[in-house]
């Protein structure tokens, strides 16, 4: 039925598949622990986003979408909670003592969850759509005048943004790059 929506969950799965290898051997210590560094005997934390916040950040959009593309998203919906803690413009905090960020399998199981459910289901929307105008009028005046920007950014560039920034903190914590 969809078969532009069957090329956007396509390029989707792939880069799903790399955030995923870029968490897969985080521990879960650091998940949500920024960088730090010590210069001229002065320690410095690094301000950037980490596992913990991007992942979680990234668990909020799948139901966004899935409601603006006619998909019922109800089942995948992030933890009440999880919306001011992950939610762009709020902050990224440091949380090495574990207290304020959910735990590195339930932020990961939810993020998998919420994004392999939209992607299977993307296929059967009708192309139409992505023509459509975007139904929020304030994102579609400011970012996405249709549907289908809106899908390709959310479930491409949005994850694809993000996993460089944890590309990025994986070196600064000493882990290797992934491919």
Not at 19 to 47: M, Q, S, W, Y
Not at 88 to 108: H, L, Q
Request: charged fraction near 20%.
């Amino acid at each position: 039925m969809g078969a532009c929506f069957e090329q956007i969950a396509i390029a989707a799965r792939r880069g799903l598949g790399y955030a995923e290898r870029l968490a897969a051997d985080v521990p879960a210590e650091l998940f949500a622990a920024k960088p730090r560094f010590t210069n001229a005997g002065k320690e410095t934390e690094i301000d950037c986003n980490h596992p913990a916040f991007v992942f979680g950040h990234l668990g909020l959009y799948p139901t966004r979408v899935c409601g603006f593309v006619g998909l019922d998203g109800a089942s995948i919906a992030a933890p009440a909670a999880w919306t001011d803690l992950f939610k762009a413009g709020s902050p990224c905090r440091d949380d090495r003592a574990r207290t304020i960020y959910p735990a590195k399998d339930e932020i990961m199981a939810h993020f998998q969850r919420s994004h392999a459910y939209l992607i299977d289901r993307l296929p059967a929307v009708d192309d139409a759509l992505l023509s459509a105008p975007h139904p929020d009028p304030v994102v579609r005046e400011k970012y996405f005048p249709t549907v289908g920007m809106a899908v390709i950014f959310m479930l491409n560039s949005h994850v694809m943004v993000h996993s460089g920034q944890i590309s990025t903190w994986r070196r600064c914590f000493g882990l290797p790059g992934i491919m």
